[in-house]
C-alpha cells in the first residue's frame, strides 16, 4: 500500500508507536526495508535526501519504484524529500508523486521558517502530499550541535508554528544530531521537554530526526514520550555495508544476485529490530484477532 504520510502517522500518534524511516538511495536498500516492514507487518517511511536525489536517484525513479514495489504489499508504505530546502527540488519531488516533503527551514528565523512552510504546505495539501517541518535545529553530531540546548525546540513556538503552518508533522530538537558521533558518546536527550511538546500539542505527530547513534534506550523513552516517526540514515547505510563486508569476505568470484540478496537480509534484520523497539511491529495483522490498522 503507497500510502499518505499524515494517516500513516496520524495512527502512529493515536497507538503510541513510531514508524521507522530509513534513507533509501537505490533499489536495494529500499528493498530491503520493504521486505522487514512485510515481514513485521509494520509501516515503514522511505526517506530521500536531496544530495541522494541528485547523486543517486532522480524524483520521478523514485516514486515509481517505491510505488511498484508497495502496490503488492498489505502494509503502508510512504515516500518523503527529506530535509528540502530548495523550492525547486521540493516541487520536483510533489510532481514526482511523492507522498510527503520535508520542508528544513529550521536554521532560519521562526517568521521565515513559517512563512516558508506555509507556501509549501498551500502547494503541497493541494496535490495531496503531506508536509513534515522542523523547529528548533537538529545539527551536526561531529560539531557538537545536539549537546546546544539554545538549538532546542521551545514548547509555545511549537504550538504557534503548528497552528500557523498547517504542517501534518514536525520534527523537534531534543538533543540528537546528523550523523556519527565521537566513538562511546551517547546524546542526552531532553525528555521533559519531549513530554511538554506532545502534551500541548496533542494527538499530532512528532519526529525524531538525527537518530543513529541515540542508543535503544534513548529510542524507547522518546517513542514513550510521543515521538512518532525516527530518521535512520547513518546506521542503517552502516549495517548495509557491514553485510556487504560479511557476504564478501573470502569469495573470490561472488554472484551479483546472491550477494545482493543476503546483504538486503542483514539490512532487513536489522532494521526489523527497529521496528519491534519503536512498538510498530505487528500494527498491521489482517486477520480475524489483530484489525488495528483501521483505527
Not at 520493504?34 to 516514486?63: N, Y
Request: aromatic share 8%; glycine share 8%.
Amino acid at each position: 500500500m503507497y500510502v499518505s504520510v499524515s494517516e500513516m502517522l496520524k495512527h502512529a500518534s493515536t497507538n503510541n508507536y513510531a514508524v521507522p524511516a530509513p534513507n533509501c538511495p537505490d533499489f536495494n536498500t529500499m528493498r530491503a526495508a520493504l521486505m522487514a516492514a512485510q515481514e513485521e507487518r509494520s509501516a515503514v517511511l522511505i526517506d530521500i535526501s536531496p544530495r541522494q536525489m541528485h547523486m543517486h536517484i532522480a524524483p520521478e525513479v523514485a516514486a515509481a519504484m517505491v510505488r511498484a514495489a508497495a502496490e503488492p504489499l498489505d502494509v503502508p508504505v510512504a515516500l518523503q524529500l527529506d530535509h528540502g530546502t530548495e523550492f525547486e527540488d521540493i516541487c520536483r519531488c510533489i510532481k514526482a508523486g511523492y507522498t510527503s516533503v520535508m520542508v528544513d527551514s529550521s536554521s532560519l528565523p521562526f517568521e521565515e521558517n513559517v512563512r516558508r512552510v506555509s507556501q509549501i504546505v498551500s502547494l503541497a495539501h493541494a496535490h495531496g502530499v503531506s508536509v513534515e517541518a522542523e523547529l528548533g535545529h537538529v545539527g551536526q553530531a561531529a560539531a557538537g550541535d545536539g549537546r546546544s540546548a539554545d538549538m532546542y525546540t521551545k514548547v509555545d513556538m511549537a504550538v504557534e508554528f503548528i497552528e500557523r503552518t498547517g504542517c501534518d508533522a514536525l520534527a523537534v530538537a531534543i538533543g540528537t544530531a546528523h550523523g556519527n558521533y565521537p566513538k562511546d558518546f551517547v546524546p542526552k536527550l531532553d525528555f521533559e521537554r519531549l513530554r511538554e511538546i506532545k502534551q500541548a500539542v496533542g494527538d499530532y505527530p512528532l519526529v525524531l530526526h538525527g537518530g543513529s547513534g541515540s542508543g535503544d534506550e534513548n529510542f524507547k523513552k522518546a517513542v514513550e514520550g510521543g515521538i512518532n516517526k525516527v530518521n535512520l540514515w547513518t546506521d542503517y547505510s552502516a549495517a548495509y555495508v557491514r553485510g556487504l563486508r560479511e557476504e564478501l569476505a573470502g569469495q573470490e568470484k561472488p554472484d551479483y544476485m546472491l550477494l545482493s540478496r543476503a546483504v538486503e537480509s542483514k539490512a532487513s534484520d536489522w532494521l526489523r529490530h527497529y521496528m519491534r523497539l519503536f512498538g510498530s511491529s505487528g500494527r498491521y495483522q489482517f486477520g480475524e484477532e489483530t484489525v488495528e490498522a483501521t483505527d
